[in-house]
């Protein structure tokens, strides 16, 4: 499979547990995130994005947190599964609304 | 519906010579960005191309190009190629480009320069 980062930050969860991963991002500018998870041999799936004029949203197990006071964000994931396993990033959308800057992504591993 | 496809899925090619990388995108969609995932960069964005135009590019040199066809598949090119531009070539298409509308990946073209 592909290898996305060598050195990536890595958490390890037991299944069923809750995974909370956490991003930095840059630009007090940027007006929408994303979360992204790429497995091995495959691009970046979305997962679940939130604007700025919010603080939570939900999607099924999953939830996004934002925190523009200190440009920070997390993707918490419920009763992690054997599936989750992957490299997750967060990704920022700045005011023209094309590009996005990506984080350095983290490496989720499941243990059954 | 058939995703973002990409080819060739591998690549292995000599410094200096030149190569090029296609993109299919979802039927539909107008926009396909590009980008370079390396293990010490990650993802970094290279260009964008909406309706045959590049509209936006990222911080590579003149060495990397890019095209978009009527119908709207993408090429990108990389001339006199270096060893560090081995990397997952990744593209990304979305109806008209705002990322918000929500973006589509390919699996990736992985480049191996020797």
């Known amino acids: 499979g592909e290898s996305v980062g060598l050195h990536l930050p890595t958490l390890s969860v037991q299944e069923g547990d809750n995974s909370i991963i956490n991003c930095a991002y840059s630009n007090s500018a940027s007006d929408y995130f994303i979360w992204y998870k790429q497995e091995s041999g495959k691009g970046p799936q979305f997962i679940i994005d939130i604007r700025s004029n919010m603080d939570k949203r939900q999607g099924q197990r999953v939830t996004v947190l934002l925190n523009k006071t200190v440009k920070h964000l997390s993707l918490q994931i419920a009763a992690t599964q054997p599936g989750d396993s992957a490299v997750y990033f967060c990704a920022e959308g700045p005011g023209d609304r094309r590009a996005l800057t990506f984080g350095s992504g983290t490496r989720l591993q499941v243990q059954p | ?114």
């Open chain 2, 1 to 114: 519906k058939a995703g973002v496809t990409q080819t060739p899925r591998y690549l292995i090619k000599t410094r200096g010579q030149q190569v090029t990388l296609s993109c299919s995108p979802i039927s539909g969609h107008r926009s396909v960005s590009w980008y370079q995932q390396t293990p010490g960069q990650g993802l970094q964005f290279l260009f964008e191309y909406f309706s045959e135009t590049q509209r936006n590019k990222g911080n590579f040199p003149g060495r990397f190009s890019g095209r978009q066809f009527s119908n709207s598949r993408s090429e990108m090119n990389v001339s006199t190629l270096e060893l560090g531009d081995s990397a997952l070539y990744l593209c990304a298409s979305s109806f008209d480009g705002d990322s918000r509308s929500g973006y589509t990946f390919g699996s990736g073209t992985r480049l191996t320069v020797v």
